[in-house]
């Protein structure tokens, strides 16, 4: 029986791929928290600070909002976001920062 996504030497440099992949999705989120990390912001402002459609913005928000690292409310008709834990999102932006560094030496 073939292991699809195995830990097995010959497996990873696919997994190497994938990280790849998804990369784009997460430097997206990291800078959305990172911009939340200075303050509660409008997601009109969120996509003139990052050149992404209203809708990515929204999709990555709603990914943010489900893992519980932000929350969102409704002020007059804007919705704005902000960090729900910052000890916690200092913690990711370091660690984030930390792989970004690994990475590239790599």
Known sequence: MTMKHGLLPEDRPQDHGAVR????????????????????????????????????????LAILRSAGLISSHSHGRANVSRIENPEAIEQVLAAAESLATILSAA
């Not at 998804?22 to 990172?34: E, K, P, V």
């Not at 303050?39 to 003139?48: A, D, W």
Request: cysteine-free; proline content about 0%; aromatic content about 0%.
């Open 21 to 60: 992949e998804a990369s784009t999705g997460d430097a997206s989120r990291l800078a959305i928290l990172r911009h939340l990390h200075g303050g509660e912001h409008r997601v009109v402002e969120l996509t003139e600070h990052l050149g992404l459609a209203q809708s990515t913005v929204s999709q990555h």
